[in-house]
Every structure is written in C-alpha cells, then in structure tokens.
C-alpha cells in the first residue's frame, strides 16, 4: 500500500501539474494514480489501467519527470505500474462498508475427504504395512470401510503413539469416499469436535451442529480420550453417538487406552465405546518398523538397501520417530554426497543427535501441556503447590529445558518467578522419574502432543 | 490512407466495438474510434481506458494508415446509410468516407493520442469453447455487485476446478446477498502451468463476452491471454479482442458459505413459480419489494403483502421431501435468477427461514444459486 510520506509527496505533484493541463485530462489520467515508491532515482507510479499507463507515457512523460525532479532535486526515472489503488474519498470519510451479508457467518466446516485437507490422501490402506502387531486392527478397518454400518460399530481401535491409529482411521475414510464419493464424511479429531461444541453453546445454536452431526454416514473421531473431564462435550457426543448407530451409520474411534481405562469419561459413553468391536494395536515390531522404512524410503525416491533399514529399526520404536530418523538419513546423505551404508548409517544419525528441534513459544508448550493434564495455565505460574500441580510444573520445566534449552533462572520467570533451584531440582526430579516406564511412556505422548501441536 | 470495403462488413462490427466508447468521458480522444488500415484489414479499436475492444474487418487497402474518427457519428451514419461498397480516404482536410450515393467527410484528431489498448498478448493461458459461454456466463454474472467499493464482487471469479477429479473451471459471482457458482465450465483447457490459475474478471467484461461470442459470425472458440506485467486480460474470438482489467482483490471463501445439507427440499416448475413471483411483484413494489415463500407438501405458496395496498397468494405445485418452512426473498432477486437460467424444473433447498435458500437446476448438478432470505415478522 501507499505509505503516508509518499502520498503527501504525490499530493504535491499531482497539485502541480493540475495546473498546467485541462482539468479533463487531469481528472481521466491523473486522478487515479499513486507514488507506490521513490527510491534509488526510480518513482513508480501505479495507474488504474494499461492504456491509462500508455497515454501517460506517450504524453506526460516529461511533464511528470520535470516536476518530479523539481522537487527531489535529481534526475529521477519514472516508471508505471498498472495497479489499482482505492483513493480515499476525502470527505465522505464513509467507515468500511460492513461485511456483506451472506459471508457474515462463514461457518467452521470439519475437514472433509478428498475436497478438503485434514484427511491425509496419502493414508490409504494400500500404503499401510502390516504384521502381527497391527493385523487384527488392520483386518478390521477394511470391513469396515467394506460396509459401513453393518459389521463392527463402533470400531474402537487403541494403541500407543505412532502405531498407525491415525493412518488407518484415515484410511477408512478415504477408501469409503474413493468408492461412494456421495457419501457424508466427517473426520474430526477430539479437539475439533470439542471446539465445535463450544462454538454452538457460545453462538446459543446447537440445533445446526446437532444437524450436520447426525446426518452423517461415516463419523471418524481420533483421540477420544481427550474428552476426558469435559462434561458437556460427551453429553453432545452420546446424543451423536445414538442417533448415528440408530440411523446405520457407521462409528469409527480411536484412543490411547481402551475405552474402559480413560479417566473421566463418563460410563455410559465408555460403554457404548467398547459396544462393537474394541482392537489393540500394538508398537510394531522389529519386521513391521523394517517394512515401514522399505515404504517410506520408496515414497521418498531412495531404494534403501534392507540391512539399512534393519539397523535404523533398531534405533526406536516409535514409527513416527522412524521417519525422522529416515529422513535425516536421507537429507544428509544427498547434502554430503555419501551413499547409505550400514557403515555410515550409524554416523550420520549420531551426528546432531536429539530432537529434531522445533520451534515453539514457551507458552505453546505450557498450554499443550496444560491441556494434556487438564489444568488453568494460571496455576501453573501461581504459587499452588499441589502434589499434583507439583509434577506437572516439573515436568513443563524439564520440556522447557530440553526441548528450548533456556537457563534455569529464564524458565523459572517464566514459570510466575521462581527460583533457578527450584527449577533445577524439578529437572533433576523428572530425570530420575523417567527410568520409570509408564511415566516415559507419558512423556512421549506429551512430545509428540507437542510436536503435532 | 485509403481503404475500401463493404459497408456491412463493416457496420456488423462497429457497433459492437461502440460499447467500449463511454459518453461520458472527458478526453475527446477516447469519443473516436482508431481505425488503421493494413494488410487486407481494416481494424477498429475504442476505449474508454478500462475496457478496450478491437475489431477487423476484411478491406482492399490501396494506402495504408491510421486515422480517428468520431464514434457516435459514424455508428449512427453507418446503421442508416445504403449498404454498398464504401471507400474511407485521408485527405488534409480530414476524413472522407465515400460510396457510390454517399459523400460524407469527418474532422479527425490526431492518432498518436489514441491509447494503445494492449502491446504483447503474451501465449494464451487458457482456451474457452464457444458453445457453452453464453449459459455458464449468463447464469453467473447477474449476481455480480454493481458497487465498485467492493471491487472483488464486482466481477466473475474463474478458478481451476476446485477438485482434482473435476474437469474445468469454476465460475463464481456474488454481491454479498446472492452467489451463482457454476463448476466444470467453459470446457476450458488450461494452455500453461501456471500455480495461480484464478483470476476476477469485471462483469462489464464478462457481459460485453457474451455479446461477442453472440456475435460472432462461425465457430472459433476464445484465447485468453493474461500479458505479462500488466493487469490485464484479453478474450480474443476470431476478428474480435475485449481487453479487460483484472480485478487484484481478494474474492470471499464462497465454498464456505454453501451449505451442505438441507431440511426442506422442493421441486417446481420454473415458469410457474416464475410467474407467481411476477405476479406478487404487484403488490410487493408497493412497499419493500418482499415475497415470502411457503413451502408445503405439495405445493409452494407465494404470498406479498401491501398494507394499504392489498395482497397476493398464488399457489404453485411443487413436490416437497423434509419439513414444510417458510422464507422470504427479495423479489428482484428471485426474478434475476430466474430470467437468467435455463432449465425447466428447478429445486429448492433451505434449512430455516434465515439462512441462505439454495437453487439448483434439476438434471444440472454444476450450477447452484444462493440467495439471501430476508427475516420478516411472524404473521399472529
């Protein structure tokens, strides 16, 4: 946009060379144009159009330059650039018009297969590599989406993080839109659909959620656990839920832990969850991560060499850390010209070993964490000392630690002022809390919360 | 210069190159047309600095030349004159423009003034075929704002086929109370990869189109061109080029507001409750211009109220799925819509009488129109 300084300057100009040409031509020609910019001798005037652009050219050329120059005091090149910009009316100093009616309400739409993103379409189950660990759960997601409605519902599948949760789930939903594409879709994840609930119960208009909810063939929700504690959420949830099984339509969820361990969750909702068939995915195994990288490097364009792959699954556990590990491995060997070895491949993943860093404000990484153990924000930098707030304040200073790396005494300000012991023995703390399984286990669900924040 | 040509050769164009001369404009050289003259052509160009249209007519040059002569005068002198062959010759003097029973001469301004009204066309970008332009245009550019203070809705938005498994392009207008959107249109063939393949185009040009390819004597389909560093876009069909300014606005996220699913859903006839709403169009210009629409199980009643005026209930039949509901439109915007499509049966679907109401041609599941309800009282 035009700058104030330019305008003014433009003012000038255009206030001289009113004088000197026929009040016509001044107003066809010059009342639209602009000073875009005056800098290194060059003046760029916008005009409305091409042939408006020409006639100046053609005829005022010199008339411009002169004035132009008379007031910068050098030679100055003047050069045109066909843009329209709005003038400000002087006196009808008329406010914006309003927003137009039909756009006033532009609604928040889940994602939808295929038109929309939130459904990857890569996550298909063509793409999906499968062993003992993942078979049933695999198995059972092709009937689904076989015939929606009618053979398991709902499909309740549970596992931990990087498993496949997410890619099968999303599978379901492109294979039943790929073969009846007017099929109704929504793949929604816990936090959507909950956000989608408060917005009906601020804007007082529940009947057109309830609406586009529960007319629906195919209702795909990821991390159900996640509504742990939130009351109303599972109330609209369970009306959904009847009404969809009633109607034929077919359920499908997904979890960290089966339906009957998630805290909070109210029993008939955790009832009607394990109601159709509840599967267990498991980590996958050693042959399961070596065939995933074998696909992953494919999609990546490299033929990974299958002793390769063997050694990085040895790395981790975590399918998805899996393909960090690849394609850091990749990365660096196109960068270094090297090919991957089983020689090199140990090398090239311990250099500029640890997390793949990524950058988050300090308070992202409070609030995810906030969110994950449901409490205020507030509290965390109050001065409560709850056993339980205790922990979590800990656990946010260790992740503040490790994953920013600030100093001890900036993180305990921006934990409400504390002292930079107070933090050091919180780090120190979760440290020797992390031998212990179930608790790294938590961990690694609150990184990778953060990671796909 | 010094040319000959038919006359109605000549006469079939030139009224049609007139639409880009405005009345109103303040140069006088932009009341003139441009008429140069070479190579067997003879070509005649008007501006009024935001459209520009050429056009070439087939002529025995013996001179060649540029020349500018009067618009109005001419197009008028042309659509009465005898039709034979006419002989146009600078002379110092100025224009004459001679026949076997005609002798006219013009005052002429100087060439150099005339703006040049497009310099390199650029490859074309996108290819358009001819027989589908006037419909998918037509039942699109209605909805257009006329309010230049919103420029994105002043114009047409043609967009790539908004999904991979979709042929064509998607035209969309809107005012903010109204939107037609047509998709897989023009059967059009993008030339060039481009990443930004979406472009606003004003309605003025997109009307002056649909003109052109009516006019347009046998098949050719229209190149669209968009010249490098200029804001402009170029339809070109067979003798004839409309240049146009792009509209560089934001258009609004219109596939947000189309709803989805519906509650009441209606089939009617289009003339008949075409005809309804004409009728109740009595009595609804006494006072704000609102008919209200009561949709039934079988039947749809159209209703205006005039206080101190009178009123109208028509009935019209109509074959209802869902709920029966009620909903009040603008009466020149229903009117709008329907002098503007084709289609027979057309279909209804709402979901309450203060959100939008959606129109569709039966049988044609690329065109949709939305129209704004507008809230009124409930009747005791």
Partial sequence: MVNEENSIFWKKILGEIETEISKATYLTLFKSTALLSLENGVASIAAP????????????????????????????????????????????????KEEAPLFVHIEKKPTMVGHLPGVRPDYTFQTMAVSSSNQLAYVSATTVAKKIGSSYNPLFMYGPVGVGKTHLMQAIANEVYKNNPEKKIIYITSEGFTNEVVEAIRNNDTSRMKRRFRSIDLLIVDDVQFFAGKEKVQEELFHTFNILVDAGAQIVLSS???PMEIKKLEKRLSSRFSG????????????????????????????????????????????????????????????????????????????GDGERHRFFRPDDIIRNICSFYNIKPTLMKGPK???????????????????????????????????????????????GLLLNNSFSEEMLRIKSLLRNA | MKASFLLQNLSRRISFVNHAVSAKSQLPILLNFLIEAKKGRLIISATDLEIGIVAEVPAKIEEEGSVTIPAKAITELISVAPIE???????????????????????????????KLYGDKGSELIRLKRNTIDKEFSRVVFAASQDAERPALSGVLIKEGESMSKEGFSLVATD????????????????????????????????????????????????????????????SQNDVTIV???????????????PQDYSTK???????????????????????????????????????????????????????????????????????????????????????????????????DTYLHLIMPIRIQQEA
């Fill in chain 1, 256 to 258: 960290d832990r089966p």
């Fill in chain 2, 176 to 235: 903010g109370y109204r939107l037609s959107l047509q998709r897989e249109a023009l059967g059009g063939t993008k030339k060039k990869k481009t990443t930004d393949a979406s472009m606003i185009v004003p309605s003025r040009v997109i009307r002056e189109l649909i003109l052109m390819n009516k006019e347009a004597s046998e098949g050719g389909d229209i190149g669209v061109y968009v010249p490098q560093e200029t804001n402009q876009v170029i339809f």
């Fill in chain 2, 244 to 258: 146009g300014r792009l509209i560089e606005a934001e258009f609004p996220n219109f596939e947000k507001i189309i």
């Fill in chain 1, 385 to 431: 000392r709850e056993a339980r707030l205790v922990k979590v304040r800990q656990i946010t200073m260790y992740i503040l630690k490790k994953e920013l790396a600030l100093s001890f005494v900036e993180i305990g300000n921006i934990l409400g002022g504390r002292d930079h012991t107070t933090i050091m023995h919180g780090v120190t703390k979760i440290e």
């Fill in chain 2, 85 to 115: 062959k006419i002989t146009l010759q600078t002379k110092p003097e100025g224009l004459f423009l001679t026949g076997e029973r005609v002798k006219t001469t013009f005052q002429t301004m100087p060439t150099d003034e005339f703006p």
């Fill in chain 1, 49 to 96: 159009s091409t042939m408006i652009i020409d006639l100046l050219q053609k005829r005022f050329y010199q008339t411009i330059k002169r004035t132009v120059d008379k007031h910068t005091g050098f030679d100055t090149k003047i050069l045109f650039v066909p843009k329209v910009i709005p003038i400000p009316s002087g006196q009808n100093t008329k406010t914006p």
């Fill in chain 1, 276 to 351: 159709g068939l509840t599967v267990d995915i498991e980590a996958p195994d050693f042959e399961l991560r070596s065939a995933i990288l074998l696909i992953k490097a494919k999609k990546h364009g490299v033929d990974l060499p299958i002793d390769v792959a063997k050694k990085i699954a040895e790395k981790t556990n975590d399918s998805r850390e899996l393909e960090g590990l690849l394609v850091r491995a990749i990365t660096i060997s196109k960068t270094n010209g090297i090919k991957i070895t089983t020689d090199t491949i140990d090398k090239t993943l311990d250099e």
């Fill in chain 2, 266 to 364: 209606t089939i009617f006839e289009k003339e008949a409750l075409q005809r309804a709403v004409k009728a109740s169009y009595v009595f609804a210009r006494q006072t704000a211009n609102i008919v209200k629409l009561s949709i039934m199980k079988d039947k749809i009643v159209v209703s205006a109220n005039a206080p101190s005026f009178g009123s109208s209930v028509m009935e019209v039949d109509a074959k209802t799925t869902g709920e029966e509901n009620e909903i009040a439109f603008s009466v020149r915007y229903l009117l709008d819509f329907f002098s503007n499509i084709d289609g027979e049966e057309v279909s209804f679907e709402m979901t309450g009488p203060l959100n939008p109401g959606v129109f569709k041609i039966v049988g044609d």
